[in-house]
């Protein structure tokens, strides 16, 4: 309902612009050896037609993205396990009053890991009967007014609502309504800028649980040169993460920004927050061939506002988070999907970077994350790894505010990946791509300790039979031990169309 306000508005302007709408049908057959990625090794044939539209393109004020699949999975053993799965990406933005007020809007469909110990699909869509993997759909409608008192300073106003629901049940469903404010300005010297940002937020989760924070935040910056600026940090929080009532704590840091030339931008941050220090690092750069990015993170988080804790989300997720240190600064969203969809190639954009798992409450969470990707002539290499250190803050108060169901047995789980993707193109109609990745999950200061090691190894070669026709033939292999331990082999088949 909420995406659909955003695309009635788009609708009103399509008459002027520039717009495309494909038509899509696949069908992809897929043989394994272990249908329920369990000890029972059950082998199938599972049929996979999944009619589809793409729609792209900008009318008069407003942006729309849309790729939209439905997967009507049908099994030749057994008829029970047939099922339907939905995969959308959509993104949309309308400028409803020119320079003032805008509206954003998404909506996500996909496939997310329950737990991190019992293992998972790698794929878009799962075709395995492990019941540890669930559809997850997020909607998010964001209206907000941007402008300016004059030379004063800058304001923005924003009010973000989104909605999260899973087929497993209700346990991990949630609406969240948020108010976020802003400042800009200068001061009578030129080197010295301000911000005042405030902002409130409600987690609603659908077993009666509720989660409030407010947060006020000023900050005084001083560009040192044009490549440094150095920020003072202030302010005040309150929630109610760590008990049953607001608590209001008291916050205050530094930052660095640091630009030594156009191609190379690091920023950092620490700040005192409520559950100890907060740290924020994160590093660009770019050559000729290759582009690097390296994250580093501590902050609280309420999920599952962000659907997965820990992960990278899609191989096109990875591929736009390296293509922001490959573009200049200020792209736009059209550059940066070119850039991400020249990047991978034939590697299917929506496949699962292996990780995260999904939580409902409140986590403490570390994360590092390097990407880099090597581009040549014929040849693209993806490097992607994260640790991720989560912690559940809301175990504190009772049972009934534990946060998922690992954070019910494990009160720390640490997850450790790196995935390596190849891309060769054979010729100009036809690609080989290969990728092999490797998680470990490990949980412990619970009831019991739980540790699982994953790792996937696909091979694929993609062929054009014409203008708007591909095909591919692959092959997986998939290893998991520990808490779960099971192995599976697999060939594939493609053929899709465009219209």
């Known amino acids: 309902m909420l995406l659909g306000l955003i695309l009635s508005s788009v609708a009103l302007q399509v008459v002027a612009g520039d717009w495309k709408i494909t038509p899509t049908i696949a069908v992809n057959e897929t043989a394994t050896d272990n249908v329920a990625l369990d000890k029972t090794n059950k082998n199938d044939l599972i049929s996979d037609i999944s009619p589809g539209i793409r729609i792209a393109g900008?009318?008069?004020?407003s942006k729309l993205n849309v790729d939209y699949q439905l997967h009507d999975l049908i099994y030749a053993r057994d008829s029970s396990r047939n099922n339907t799965q939905n995969s959308l990406n959509a993104q949309g933005t309308l400028e409803a009053l020119e320079n003032w007020l805008f509206i954003d809007a998404s909506g996500v469909i996909s496939q997310q890991s329950i737990s991190a110990f019992r293992g998972a699909t790698s794929t878009s869509v799962n075709t395995s009967t492990n019941n540890?993997?669930?559809?997850?759909?997020?909607?998010?409608?964001s209206p907000y007014f941007?402008?300016?008192?004059g030379s004063l300073a800058d304001y923005q106003l924003r009010y973000n609502r989104s909605t999260t629901n899973t087929k497993s049940g209700p346990s991990f469903d949630s609406d969240t309504s948020e108010w976020i404010g802003s400042l800009k300005g200068k001061t009578v010297l030129a080197s010295l800028g301000w911000t005042l940002d405030a902002s409130s937020q409600t987690v609603k989760f659908s077993d009666g649980r509720k989660n409030e924070a407010d947060r006020l935040r000023g900050v005084l910056s001083y560009e040192v040169t044009p490549a440094v600026r150095l920020s003072l940090i202030a302010g005040r929080e309150a929630n109610d993460y760590l008990t049953t009532s607001k608590q209001s704590h008291t916050t205050k840091g530094f930052g660095l920004d640091w630009e030594p030339s156009n191609r190379t931008k690091i920023s950092a941050s620490r700040e005192d927050r409520f559950f100890g220090k907060s740290n924020y690092f994160n590093?660009?750069?770019?050559?000729a061939g290759t582009a690097w990015k390296y994250s580093e993170s501590k902050d609280a988080t309420v999920l599952p506002t962000q659907q997965a804790s820990a992960g990278l989300g899609t191989f096109y997720d990875l591929a736009l988070n390296i293509c922001s240190s490959i573009l200049p600064p200020g792209s736009t969203a059209a550059q940066q999907a070119a850039c991400a969809t020249a990047l991978l190639g034939p590697i299917p954009p929506n496949?699962?970077?292996p990780g995260g798992f999904l939580s409902s409450g409140v986590t403490l969470q570390k994360r590092r994350d390097l990407s880099f990707a090597l581009v040549g002539v014929r040849n693209t290499v993806t490097f992607a790894a994260t640790q991720t250190e989560s912690q559940s803050l809301s175990q504190s108060v009772g049972s009934d505010f534990l946060a998922g169901e690992d954070f019910s047995?494990?009160?720390d789980i640490r997850q450790r990946g790196g995935s390596v993707n190849w891309s060769h193109k054979l010729t100009p109609m036809s690609s080989l791509t290969g990728t092999f990745s490797r998680m470990t999950s490990s949980g412990t200061g619970g009831s019991s300790t739980m540790e699982t090691i994953q790792k996937v190894m696909t091979l694929n070669f993609t062929t054009k039979l014409g203008p708007n026709t591909n095909a591919g033939l692959g092959a997986r292999h998939m290893v998991s031990d520990g808490t779960s331990s099971y192995t599976e082999s697999a060939l594939t088949g493609m053929l899709s169309h465009q219209f």
């Open 132 to 141: 540890n993997t669930t559809e997850t759909s997020t909607y998010r409608i």
């Open 146 to 149: 941007r402008g300016s008192f």
């Open 283 to 287: 590093l660009t750069h770019r050559t």
């Open 409 to 411: 047995q494990s009160t």
């Open 58 to 61: 900008s009318g008069g004020r």
């Open 351 to 353: 496949n699962l970077v």
